[in-house]
């Protein structure tokens, strides 16, 4: 079910298991992931890595943020359904949290946005234009704050967009990382959170 491992002080994630070298094992069966980090976040907090598709020709990464079981639940809870990656499970089942599509080679329509939605609901919230179009091969500097209902996504240090939860802000919770199975090869780097407050 997809291969995930450090290696050189970079968290890689794959579509397919590693062997024992940290080879992908090409034939074997393509899964999509997501990667959970073990700590519970801040609900105000400054996001922070650095993502490399090493040429993936398609497929698509997602960050979640401020998840939780949509009632209050940690998204570990053994009460809450199993999701297998299965995308809808997390945005439309029994967790809450916000995603940002950040790269895509799914669609061409896809690959020319930068699409926030808050979850559970599936409802897109902010778009903005994709910096991360051309190449694949480059590393991508990723930033997201988050400051009561006020989120900002900036990518390669340029703002995408700035959105107001005017509903109820979401609060502390986990921050993953998913790719679907399109991907050849994600490298994550650099993965820094800061709890934001007040002066």
């Known amino acids: ?3 995930v491992e450090v290696r050189d002080g970079k968290l ?23 990667i959970w980090n073990k700590r519970i976040f801040p609900e105000n907090l400054l996001i922070e890595y650095d993502m490399n598709p090493n040429s993936s020709p398609s497929g698509l990464t997602i960050i979640f943020f401020c998840a939780t079981g949509k009632n ?21 089942g029994a967790i809450a949290n916000y995603s940002d599509s950040y790269f895509s080679r799914n669609t061409e329509v896809e690959s020319l946005t930068n699409r926030m939605r808050k979850n559970p609901g599936f409802k897109l919230v902010a778009e ?43 609060g502390a919770g986990r921050i993953g990382l998913r790719s679907m199975e399109g991907v050849s090869l ?4 650099n993965f820094k959170v800061w709890e934001v407050k007040k002066k």
């Open 1 to 3: 079910l997809g291969g």
């Open 12 to 34: 890689r994630a794959s579509p397919v298991p590693f062997d024992k070298d940290g080879n992908q094992i090409k034939d074997a069966k393509r899964s999509h992931l997501v």
């Open 72 to 92: 209050g639940e940690d998204i570990f809870d053994l009460s809450l359904p199993i999701r297998m990656a299965d995308y809808k499970t997390y945005h439309s």
């Open 128 to 170: 903005g234009k994709s910096l991360t179009t051309g190449v694949t091969d480059v590393t991508h500097h990723v930033r997201i704050l988050k400051f009561g209902g006020h989120i900002e996504m900036e990518m390669d240090g340029k703002t995408l967009f700035k959105w107001e939860d005017d509903g109820k802000p979401l």
């Open 186 to 189: 994600i490298t994550y780097d």
